[in-house]
């Protein structure tokens, strides 16, 4: 029997209703709306989509948005000054610095510039670091981890006691994934590069997340039957019958796991549509929490 699909579209439709109904509540008690900033350095055309893409998910459930552009040769000290510049703006409720920086820039010190109440992206190395302990709350998750929980739960499924696997391990989704897994009770075994046997590994997996950047990596044979499988890969592939001479391809052989798969995503459709999703969830947060108690 073939997998039932976990389609995120409806999910983050349903839940973008919910966000803009929240928004039009603060901003008759606030004044106005909550905002979002975005610090963009360089002219990389895919990190300039995925801003385009996330204000543009901000215009549809109201929240305000606004981007602070700077070329490719800024300084440290410019980047760092444009994150302090929205810590410091009152309107401005949640901060993301698009990933990746130009090469000079040093990432980590960008991000811990970030204001703690602010990091709606989840990635300040004090929220990754709360995430990991016993007895901490981060202030914000990670915004793809948190889509890829809400997808498993769109099962029905139990995650408190299951078999979880996470092929990868950044900081962005593999690591952080994990964590909120173990988080929520599942066994986690974090797989990659130099995992041994790794069939075996996921064999034995009743949640499956790919994250590890390698197209159609993941093959149905190596899957438990009935396995959730959560796959955040986005690879181009060459398509000679396509318009754009491309597609996008997920971490999974979606043909083959779908015939061993209790339930799975597809690429795109599945897991992305909910990144952005969480990241204004995490922006109407911020702003419910400035507002007096």
């Known amino acids: 029997m073939a997998a039932e699909i976990i389609d995120g579209r409806p999910v983050a439709r349903r839940m973008q209703e919910?966000?803009?109904?929240?928004?039009?509540?603060?901003?008759?008690?606030?004044?106005?709306?909550?905002?979002?900033?975005?610090?963009?350095?360089?002219?990389?055309?895919?990190?300039?989509?995925?801003?385009?893409?996330?204000?543009?998910?901000?215009?549809?459930?109201?929240?305000?948005?606004?981007?602070?552009?700077?070329?490719?040769?800024?300084?440290?000290?410019?980047?760092?000054?444009?994150?302090?510049?929205?810590?410091?703006?009152?309107?401005i409720h949640g901060i993301l610095v698009q990933l990746p920086l130009p090469e000079h820039i040093d990432e980590e010190a960008a991000l811990n510039e970030i204001s703690l109440n602010k990091d709606v992206d989840g990635i300040h190395p004090m929220n990754l670091g709360r995430l990991g302990m016993r007895g901490r709350e981060p202030s914000f998750t990670p915004a793809t981890p948190t889509g890829v929980m809400a997808l498993i739960r769109e099962t029905g499924r139990a995650i408190e006691g299951a078999r979880a696997a996470v092929i990868?391990?950044?900081?962005?989704?593999?690591?952080?994934?994990?964590?909120?897994?173990?988080?929520?009770?599942?066994?986690?075994t974090i797989c990659h590069s130099r995992t041994r046997d790794l069939p075996n590994v996921l064999g034995r997996a009743d949640i499956v997340v790919a994250a590890i950047g390698r197209p159609e990596f993941v093959k149905g044979a190596w899957l438990k039957p009935g396995a959730i499988v959560i796959d955040v890969g986005s690879n181009s592939v060459p398509d000679p019958e396509s318009e754009k001479g491309y597609r996008?391809?997920?971490?999974?052989?979606?043909?083959?796991?779908?015939?061993?798969?209790?339930?799975?995503?597809?690429?795109?459709?599945?897991?992305?549509?909910?990144?952005?999703?969480?990241?204004?969830?995490?922006t109407m947060k911020a702003a419910e929490r400035s507002l007096p108690a």
């Open 18 to 91: 919910e966000i803009r109904t929240a928004v039009a509540a603060y901003a008759a008690q606030a004044g106005g709306a909550p905002g979002l900033g975005v610090v963009l350095v360089g002219d990389d055309a895919a990190s300039a989509m995925y801003v385009r893409m996330k204000r543009r998910a901000c215009d549809r459930v109201g929240l305000r948005s606004e981007a602070r552009i700077l070329p490719t040769e800024s300084t440290q000290g410019e980047v760092e000054g444009a994150v302090r510049a929205f810590n410091n703006d009152p309107a």
């Open 248 to 282: 996008y391809v997920g971490d999974v052989e979606f043909e083959s796991a779908r015939t061993a798969a209790g339930y799975i995503t597809k690429v795109p459709g599945g897991v992305g549509p909910m990144t952005i999703t969480m990241l204004l969830s995490n």
């Open 168 to 188: 990868g391990r950044s900081n962005i989704v593999g690591l952080p994934v994990a964590l909120m897994l173990a988080n929520a009770n599942a066994t986690v």
